[in-house]
């Protein structure tokens, strides 16, 4: 991950293009961080072409008078004096045919890091480094991934130097924002000052208005073909770098040096600064003590975020670390992300709709994004039941609209002519631990607990659930007390022979557990209409998993007859509407797109956001059958779902979520899921409706859920949960937390690593009181899982129970 070292200033230099100066332009800089008595490292990752004419060695042969504390290195070294990724083919086809290895772009930014962090520890005192690339910033590397792609995990501050040539203020232009648009910094533009184009005088006043510094150096000399050019290419060196220390390449020199100890000076204050200004969600500011208490996330890259570390800067100068620490991003950054943080192709689709839409008002309108988002998600999760998309901010006011929708749609089809009392005493069915969100609606429709407040009114009925785990080893259902007894004994396991059983709700329906949870849903709900205290107007339900409540995997079956009940006409004239708040499980998160066809039924209003838009920025869609649609539609303006936000369907958010699902179909399709639903569901097994598996290792979850300090474990999908015993459970509790801290620390025990370049990791993690989650992106390399397993295996297992 991301390099930063107190003692040694590291520039990655990119060009505008091919032949713009990059090597002189960063010979000077090496060669004047020298004379400025810096230890001074050099690395062309990848070089092509002649040996002698390698960059390496132009650096080497040109390093001025204090030319000993110059180290200059390259990796990567082909003949052919073409692009990286044509050059490995062609080493291939000049050795005979046989095949080449490519190094991966994970080999590749490991080598590189690994030779940035040995050169830190030679760094004793102050040091310079500058990391050369090849070409233009989109140049391919050895794997064909361009380079700005390809070097981004390693998020080094860059030097950017310009083009001084005819088109070259386009050029530039155009470099520095592909370098903006996937985050880089850039400290410095550095060009050559061309006095026919004069492009340095443009770019010069371009830049300073957006406040990054430019600086303009003689141009070498002409290149000569014999031993001369070496005597002028060095005395050109010399008056640019003169050894008085004065001059423009100083002046940018001392630039570099304020930005990297402003960036640092920076960091260091942060965990200070938020304290004093900040109020966190779900945080008890009571409890966090010291500013190391406070996670400063200096960029984030896949699965990872970059942690700035500050006790890395007082190691001993013979063994320095890196400031900035790779942390597993254990939560999904709350369960957002889809695809891993920043990834490129959100990021350019979020850039192209702010520059052609920007905010554009909705009602009554349409725009291409939204409507195609619309469309696609009425043919994905809304597909054979949805007519329409209802656009919002969130997951929770999309719950909102949803609930609206339900009551409203109720009263039309009901018939039933209700005073405006009994309209605000609608109640609705749900689930004990049930979560929808935090605004004051959505927490209405759940029991009072600890995320609602004192404007609370709980409007509704909710039932304890059965849940689905693995205990001991081994598949089971846990059935709540008031459903034991139906069993018609004390028992309160059942187990299974696999997960699938388990889902297999198709097959489940006639079983007995079936009938016993009809029965007790039935006689339940009976009273709850008879006794008349409220008149329950819909069924909301988080299929297949509760998350906020505790990671709680509720028994398919269960929520099925929930279902049928509600539409059951001898218990209801008009069937309940029946909501499915998807905005956690939705969208993959579980291994499949929708909970309909788990549950073999679908809603009639559902909620989506979370992975909509990949981690990017918030958004939700609201689905409803033509039934609650037309519930709304009349000649009377107030008959209308009078609800709306200002940004709705926002062209930004609507464009990434249309990115986000052409990467997610591609992702079901890939080599890791592949691997991954035929570890739970082998071929040759029994087939099931529908095969559930998930990217954590099925004889993990076994082995950890027989661990003396475990309660149960369970996964689908990306989701796994591991319930630790605690005699005092809840969501108050502190044992999860207590148990995993040391999760937060990088283990640098030799043992391999899976974060980008090799790095140790710690763990950023939450908690739900003794429940402990942890959840991959849908393209979490399967090696950063496995890291993550064990982990967690080798923490757990010798953690003993008091």
């Known amino acids: 991950m991301s390099h930063l070292y107190?003692?040694?200033?590291?520039?990655?230099?990119?060009?505008?293009?091919?032949?713009?100066?990059?090597?002189?332009?960063?010979?000077?800089?090496?060669?004047?961080?020298?004379?400025?008595?810096?230890?001074?490292?050099?690395?062309?990752?990848?070089?092509?072409?002649?040996?002698?004419?390698?960059?390496?060695?132009?650096?080497?042969?040109?390093?001025?008078?204090?030319?000993?504390?110059?180290?200059?290195?390259?990796?990567?070294?082909?003949?052919?004096?073409?692009s990286p990724h044509l050059a490995v083919k062609m080493a291939s086809e000049t050795q005979g045919g046989l095949k080449v290895s490519v190094p991966s772009d994970e080999t590749f930014v490991g080598s590189v890091a690994e030779h940035i962090r040995k050169r830190a520890r030679l760094a004793s005192g102050p040091g310079h480094m500058y990391v050369e690339t090849a070409g233009g910033v989109h140049s391919p590397t050895l794997s064909g991934t361009t380079q700005l792609d390809t070097y981004r995990p390693l998020f080094l501050p860059t030097i950017l130097i310009g083009d001084s040539r005819l088109g070259g203020i386009s050029s530039t232009i155009s470099s520095f924002e592909s370098l903006l648009l996937r985050g880089y910094i850039v400290d410095a533009i550095i060009l050559f000052r061309d006095e026919y184009y004069r492009n340095f005088e443009y770019l010069t006043q371009y830049f300073a208005e957006r406040g990054t510094h430019v600086t303009a150096l003689d141009p070498p000399p002409p290149r000569l073909d014999s031993a001369e050019n070496v005597a002028n290419t060095e005395k050109y060196y010399s008056d640019l770098v003169p050894d008085t220390l004065k001059g423009d390449i100083f002046t940018a020199l001392e630039h570099l040096d304020e930005c990297h100890a402003k960036r640092i000076e920076e960091l260091d204050s942060m965990p200070r600064r938020t304290l004093d200004a900040i109020w966190w969600p779900f945080v008890q500011h009571g409890l966090v003590k010291t500013e190391k208490d406070v996670s400063v996330i200096d960029s984030a890259?896949?699965?990872?975020?970059?942690?700035?570390?500050?006790?890395?800067?007082?190691?001993?100068?013979?063994?320095?670390?890196?400031?900035?620490?790779?942390?597993?991003?254990?939560?999904?950054?709350?369960?957002?992300?889809?695809?891993?943080?920043?990834?490129?192709?959100?990021?350019?689709?979020?850039?192209?709709?702010?520059?052609?839409?920007?905010?554009?008002?909705?009602?009554?309108?349409?725009?291409?994004?939204?409507?195609?988002?619309?469309?696609?998600?009425?043919?994905?999760?809304?597909?054979?039941?949805?007519?329409?998309?209802?656009?919002?901010?969130?997951?929770?006011t999309g719950m909102e609209v949803a609930l609206k929708m339900a009551l409203r749609s109720f009263i039309v089809n009901s018939g039933l002519e209700l005073s405006s009392a009994e309209k605000k005493?609608?109640?609705?069915?749900?689930?004990?631990?049930?979560?929808?969100?935090?605004?004051?609606?959505?927490?209405?429709?759940?029991?009072?607990?600890?995320?609602?407040?004192?404007?609370?009114?709980?409007?509704?009925?909710?039932f304890e659930p059965p849940t689905v785990s693995i205990q001991q080893g081994r598949v089971a259902?846990?059935?709540?007390?008031?459903?034991?007894?139906?069993?018609?004994?004390?028992?309160?396991?059942?187990?299974?022979?696999?997960?699938?059983?388990?889902?297999?709700v198709g097959q489940r329906l006639e079983s007995p557990l079936a009938k016993h949870?009809?029965?007790?849903?039935?006689?339940?709900i009976h009273t709850l209409q008879a006794d008349g205290t409220r008149k329950l107007a819909a069924l909301v339900i988080e299929p297949i998993v509760m998350g906020a409540g505790g990671m709680i995997f509720v028994?398919?079956?269960?929520?099925?007859?929930?279902?049928?009940?509600?539409?059951?006409?001898?218990?209801?004239?008009?069937?309940?509407?029946?909501?499915?708040?998807?905005?956690?499980?939705?969208?993959?998160?579980?291994g499949f797109e929708s909970a309909g066809p788990i549950l073999g039924i679908n809603p009639d209003i559902s909620v989506n956001a979370k992975i909509l838009t990949g981690g990017t920025l918030p958004l939700a869609v609201t689905l409803a059958s033509d039934r609650i649609f037309s519930a709304f539609k009349s000649e009377s303006k107030?008959?209308?779902?009078?609800?709306?936000?200002?940004?709705?369907?926002?062209?930004?958010?609507?464009?990434?979520a249309n990115a986000t699902l052409d990467l997610v179909s591609r992702l079901v399709e890939s080599d890791l899921w592949v691997a991954a639903v035929r570890k739970w569901a082998p071929e040759g097994a029994s087939a099931t409706t529908t095969r559930v598996w998930s990217f954590w290792d099925p004889e993990f979850i076994a082995s950890i859920s027989c661990l003396d300090v475990v309660d149960e474990a369970m996964a689908l999908g990306t989701v796994l949960a591991i319930k630790f015993k605690d005699d005092d459970?809840?969501?108050?509790?502190?044992?999860?937390?207590?148990?995993?801290?040391?999760?937060?620390?990088?283990?640098?025990?030799?043992?391999?690593?899976?974060?980008?370049?090799?790095?140790?990791?710690?763990?950023?993690?939450?908690?739900l009181g003794n429940v402990a989650y942890f959840m991959s992106s849908l393209n979490t390399p399967r090696a950063t899982i496995e890291a993550l397993e064990d982990r967690l295996w080798r923490l757990v297992s010798n953690i003993r129970r008091s």
């Open 477 to 504: 259902i846990s059935l709540p007390p008031a459903l034991s007894p139906l069993t018609g004994d004390q028992q309160t396991v059942e187990e299974f022979e696999t997960l699938s059983h388990v889902y297999d």
């Open 555 to 590: 028994d398919p079956l269960f929520q099925r007859i929930m279902v049928d009940v509600v539409r059951d006409p001898t218990l209801f004239l008009t069937p309940l509407p029946v909501i499915f708040d998807e905005v956690f499980v939705g969208l993959y998160r579980l």
């Open 425 to 462: 005493n609608l109640g609705i069915v749900g689930l004990r631990g049930s979560y929808h969100g935090d605004t004051i609606g959505a927490m209405d429709a759940c029991e009072e607990g600890v995320y609602t407040c004192e404007w609370h009114e709980a409007k509704g009925y909710w």
């Open 638 to 656: 107030v008959d209308a779902l009078l609800h709306g936000h200002s940004y709705t369907a926002h062209a930004v958010g609507c464009q990434v």
């Open 301 to 396: 890259w896949s699965d990872f975020f970059s942690i700035y570390d500050t006790s890395s800067g007082r190691t001993s100068p013979s063994q320095p670390k890196s400031l900035l620490q790779p942390q597993l991003d254990g939560s999904a950054s709350w369960w957002t992300q889809a695809v891993g943080h920043a990834h490129p192709t959100l990021t350019l689709a979020a850039a192209n709709a702010a520059g052609r839409y920007g905010h554009v008002m909705f009602p009554q309108a349409t725009h291409l994004p939204a409507l195609k988002l619309a469309e696609r998600i009425l043919q994905g999760p809304g597909k054979g039941w949805a007519s329409r998309v209802f656009f919002s901010d969130n997951g929770s």
């Open 6 to 82: 107190k003692q040694l200033r590291i520039h990655q230099v990119f060009g505008a293009n091919t032949d713009v100066g990059k090597t002189i332009i960063t010979t000077a800089l090496v060669r004047a961080s020298a004379l400025n008595n810096n230890r001074v490292f050099y690395l062309k990752p990848v070089s092509t072409g002649a040996p002698q004419d390698a960059d390496d060695e132009h650096i080497k042969r040109h390093a001025g008078p204090q030319k000993h504390l110059v180290d200059a290195h390259c990796l990567f070294r082909y003949g052919d004096p073409v």
């Open 729 to 767: 459970a809840g969501y108050a509790s502190h044992s999860a937390q207590t148990l995993l801290q040391s999760l937060r620390l990088p283990l640098d025990d030799g043992s391999t690593s899976a974060a980008p370049g090799g790095a140790p990791f710690g763990v950023h993690y939450r908690t």
């Open 517 to 524: 949870y009809r029965q007790y849903l039935d006689k339940h």
